[in-house]
């Protein structure tokens, strides 16, 4: 019991590191701390150049979902470990993301394949506060019954769907096979 306990501390202090880490890379990749209108809003809810730029945004609702998704791969995964050692893995794979998501080649790729047409890359807060939004929803799915994290996944989805016309689901289709059709069903909102 004390060495699982141990191990989950670990991992907890581990997932920590890996954000600070990413923070850092971030911050040589010199992306802007904050935004560079020179202010930092809670929750930036228009679809305009604020978009991840802020704290949260209609695209921290998908990170959550990362959350859940993380979860349930990391108890496929690592059934019998603490949730510790699962957690910091899920932080080092959603860290990886905000790294990769950040660097030119999936900017230049958001702006060609998606609706998001001025697309900058995320400022250090706003990528900081994915990572904590999926660390939400990790959370959130390890204490929730199966059911209500699946349920309030595809609220999520669906909500992000209804107000902006973007979710994770399409935003992996666009990333990966671009359909035009939805490209011009986004646009048009």
């Keep these: 019991m004390r060495r699982r306990r141990l191990a989950n501390r670990r991992g907890f202090i581990a997932a920590a590191l890996i954000a600070l880490v990413a923070c850092i890379i971030l911050f040589l990749m010199h992306r802007p701390p904050i935004c560079t209108c020179g202010h930092v809003e ?27 998704l993380f979860y349930a791969g990391a108890h496929l995964l690592l059934k019998r470990r ?16 905000e790294i990769l998501e950040n660097s030119p080649i999936v900017i230049d790729r958001y702006r060609t394949a998606t609706i998001a047409l001025g697309y ?21 799915a390890a204490r929730a019954p199966v059911w209500v994290t699946v349920a309030l996944a595809v609220a999520l989805e669906l909500l ?16 990966t096979w671009p359909i035009d059709a939805v490209r011009d069903w986004q646009a048009a909102l």
């Design 120 to 140: 900058s890359g995320d400022t250090i807060l706003n990528s900081m506060s994915d990572i904590g939004m999926m660390t939400l929803g990790f959370l959130f």
């Design 42 to 68: 809670l929750w930036h809810g228009a679809l305009d150049s604020g978009n991840s730029q802020h704290i949260a945004d209609w695209y921290s609702l998908s990170h959550v979902v990362h959350g859940f």
């Design 82 to 97: 603490p949730i510790g050692p699962r957690l910091a893995l899920a932080v080092l794979i959603e860290s990886a993301w």
């Design 160 to 175: 992000a769907l209804a107000v902006i016309r973007d979710n994770l689901t399409l935003n992996v289709l666009m990333l």
